[in-house]
């Protein structure tokens, strides 16, 4: 269960067809019209957006113009990109990490950018400069039923840019894919075995590639859509 001092608070089966979306990173819209294509391609109304590793936090703002009763959870282990969402945050915003164990870990360099913190086990890095050792949570324990801001997660979206910890987390949130409380993801993967890892652990799970956005030449996105 997450400490609640370390939250910020504001207020029938159908034909899947795989396109892909080459999306430039030089564009510096690329990631509300990334979050736009995603929000006209939904099979639901999301309830939930859960926002792992929300950066500058341009995703959700395009989900909360489209549905501005959705509640939002960011999770945002860096600290520089967690002060700089307090201030706009619509929603509970948690310094902690997101995995598929709960613990402690070293986050590499925090401060370097607001989009390129790693995961790393407590012994790596140890000595390393910028180093800064974060809470590491599962999305099933997020929330709890004695938590006095508990409310049934459930229609829920999860859009998760972690630097290759994205399985760990799925491997985190069994109880609420298997509960239905999630309902799609965007997940970054990479191109090879981790794409094929992560396209087996969803099929696994009733989810449904629908498409896939190119950010580079290495890694992209690819949404996911529970067709259950």
């Known amino acids: 269960m ?26 510096d819209g690329y990631v509300p019209l990334q979050a736009a294509e995603i929000v006209s391609k939904l099979n639901f109304t999301p309830r939930w957006f859960i926002d ?52 402690r870990v070293r986050l ?29 949570q599962t999305l099933d324990r997020i929330y709890g039923p004695n938590d006095a801001e508990y409310r049934r997660i459930e229609n829920a979206f999860v859009w998760a840019d972690i630097e290759g910890s994205e399985l ?20 970054e993967v990479h191109d090879g075995e981790n794409e094929q890892r992560t396209d087996t652990v969803m099929t696994g799970y009733g989810f449904s590639k629908i498409m896939s956005y190119q950010r580079n030449g290495f890694h992209h996105d690819n949404l996911y859509l529970d067709m259950r």
């Not at 997450?2 to 564009?27: D, T």
């Not at 939002?72 to 706009?88: C, H, N, W, Y």
């Not at 086990?121 to 390393?128: L, R």
């Open 168 to 187: 760990a987390m799925l491997d985190g949130a069994k109880e609420m894919i298997k509960n239905r409380q999630i309902r799609g993801f965007n997940l």
């Open 108 to 136: 590499l360099n925090p401060t370097s950018s607001l989009n390129a913190s790693i995961i790393r086990s407590p012994d790596d890095y140890s000595g390393a400069d910028g180093c800064q050792c974060v809470t590491l």
């Open 2 to 27: 997450v400490s609640m001092s370390r939250i910020v608070r504001r207020r029938g089966r159908r034909r899947v067809v795989r396109r892909s979306s080459r999306l430039s990173p030089a564009m």
């Open 52 to 103: 792992c590793g929300p950066g500058d936090g341009r995703e959700f703002d395009v989900f909360k113009e489209r549905w501005p009763d959705l509640y939002v959870i960011g999770i945002e282990p860096s600290i520089s990109a967690f002060t700089s969402l307090q201030s706009r945050f619509p929603g509970i915003l948690l310094n902690v990490a997101v995995s598929g164990r709960e613990g």
